[in-house]
């Protein structure tokens, strides 16, 4: 068999390429996987975006994998035949170690798979390895007391942002193509937007997130696709998305056919919102520029409609705490069980949980039914005079390994209030409204760190976002751009 002349031009190959060339016999899933585990091996360390790698399971699923190429139609192979991914360790993997990022459950091997990884599995990808997240998912960097820091492929000084950090890094260094990530206020799009990938969160109940043995009625965390371009985001939520029994807030019907829908994609005509902060900034100026030129490109080559508007969300700081802090106790308490305390959590999570030990029920049933409600408002007002909103992912480029601090503690030469929060403040409310939206590299500093557009729609309007992310990516190209790592 035969396909790109090099393995790091394995590696850097988008996974819709490499799942033809596997189907027409052109590219061995041997070739393939042992390119990535040999990359993984020579820069992996450097980036420290790996709990586990499973080397010898991969091979073995590598090598089934092209006997059922050359025993099968290619009609009849699975969407993902063959590609290797990641999963993120707070995804569980049947037989496979998931510690959730924390030293109490370092030796945990599940026996069930989460929805994502089960899906992916079924349409025949390879597992190469878990990803690096804080503990429990905690925290907006990616450091844990189990694995340390987890370095930005751009600049190994600097964070990649969290949750989905290991992926977002991974993905972006050419360590596989396709990772799973998940996404509760920003933690599948920030940690993209920082390392130069598309980073995708589908509508609340598009892609299941519950196991049989979790909460069927998870209100705001999804699961999705961190890639490298916007085909590969679409191929594999085609795979993930679709109803499941045991979850209840998944949306019944099959998976939208997304990868056909990108083949006329454009923005000719569409009306776009833009906003340069939410109405909460500050913006770091560098991030701004490079946004306001991606919204320029978007409306002068793209044809979209493009108008600046303002909006009104309530304050993001009260509202994290006042969300996340009574579900976070709730998950300690229940975490009680195992013996774990709030001193196996990220010491950024200690003031949000003492924070959200002093509200009553009804600051946070307002916090449920009033503050959401404003939340949902705002961004349905805008979704009914325009397709899409545009904005930065995120309030500034990858910064350098905060340490205690867990954040930056400026931006643009004012001092940032909650710097552990600072990273989603751009994130959060899209995803309590429900909206589908994604992060795609809008263009890079003048200190070569990348810069990520937010595109979103109306809850439901997944395709749509999808298919404005494809335009615009085709007249502003970037997959070819790679991390200076040798």
Same mark, same amino acid.
């Given at each position: ?50 709990v ?20 099968? &139609?290619a009609?009849?192979? =699975?969407?993902?035949?063959? !590609? *290797?991914?990641?999963?993120? /360790?707070?995804? $569980?993997?049947?037989? +496979? ?34 990803t690096?997240?804080p ?12 694995t340390?820091?987890?370095?930005n ?16 890094a ?10 799973t ?15 130069? &990938?598309?980073?995708?969160? =589908?509508?609340?109940?598009? !892609? *299941?997130?519950?196991?049989? /043995?979790?909460? $069927?009625?998870?209100? +705001? ?73 991606a919204?320029g ?28 802090? =009574? ?57 009914a ?64 760190? =990348? ?36």
């Open positions: 068999m035969t396909g790109p002349t090099s393995d790091d031009e394995l590696c850097f190959t988008p996974a819709t390429d490499l799942a033809r060339l596997i189907r027409t016999r052109q590219l061995s899933p041997v070739e393939v996987t042992a390119a990535v585990l040999d990359r993984i091996e020579r820069v992996g360390s450097r980036l420290n975006c790996f586990t790698v499973v080397a010898e399971q991969a091979m073995a699923a590598a090598k089934d994998a092209e006997r059922r190429v050359v025993q099968t &139609a009609a009849e192979l =699975p969407a993902l035949h063959g !590609i *290797p991914v990641t999963v993120k /360790d707070l995804e $569980a993997t049947a037989g +496979v170690r998931t510690t959730f990022g924390s030293v109490r459950y370092a030796d945990h091997v599940p026996a069930t798979s989460a929805p994502i990884w089960q899906r992916m599995h079924e349409a025949g990808a390879v597992l190469v390895g878990k690096t997240t503990e429990f998912g905690m925290h907006g960097i990616t450091e844990s007391r189990l340390g820091v987890t370095n492929p751009w600049d190994l000084s600097r964070t990649t942002g969290g949750s989905s950090g290991g992926a977002a991974a993905v972006a260094a050419g360590l596989a193509p396709l990772a990530g998940s996404d509760g206020g920003g933690s599948i799009r920030v940690p993209a937007s920082l390392c130069g &990938a598309v980073g995708f969160k =589908p509508t609340i109940g598009r !892609i *299941p997130f519950a196991t049989p /043995d979790s909460g $069927a009625y998870e209100a +705001v965390t999804v699961t999705g696709p961190i890639t490298r371009t916007v085909a590969d985001a679409a191929l594999m939520f085609e795979v993930v998305a679709g109803e499941l029994d045991h979850d209840a807030v998944s949306i019944l019907g099959p998976a939208p056919r997304a990868s056909a829908a990108l083949h006329d994609a454009t923005l000719r005509g569409l009306r776009v919102a833009y906003s340069p902060d939410l109405g909460c900034g500050p913006v770091d100026p560098e991030t701004d520029r490079v946004v306001r030129a919204v490109v978007m409306a002068a080559e793209g044809g979209a409609e493009v108008e600046e508007v303002t909006i009104h969300l309530p304050d993001p700081y009260d509202y994290f705490v006042g969300w996340w802090g =009574p579900h976070l106790l709730l998950e300690l308490a229940l975490m009680a069980e195992d013996g774990i305390t709030l001193d196996d959590c990220p010491d950024a999570v200690r003031p949000l949980v003492e924070r959200a030990a002093s509200m009553s029920a009804v600051d946070f049933v307002r916090v449920q039914m009033v503050t959401r409600s404003q939340i949902y408002r705002a961004f349905a007002d805008v979704f005079r325009f397709d899409l909103l545009v904005w930065p992912t995120t309030p500034l480029p990858a910064f350098e390994h905060p340490g205690a601090a867990g954040g930056p503690l400026s931006i643009a030469g004012r001092p940032v209030r909650e710097p552990a929060m600072e990273n989603q403040r751009l994130t959060e409310a899209i995803s309590h409204a429900g909206c589908p939206a994604i992060t795609v590299p809008a263009g890079f500093t003048h200190d070569g760190l =990348p810069v990520g557009l937010q595109i979103a729609a109306r809850r439901g309007a997944d395709i749509a976002v999808l298919r404005a992310a494809a335009a615009f990516e085709a007249i502003a190209p970037w997959a070819h751009r790679r991390p200076p790592l040798r």
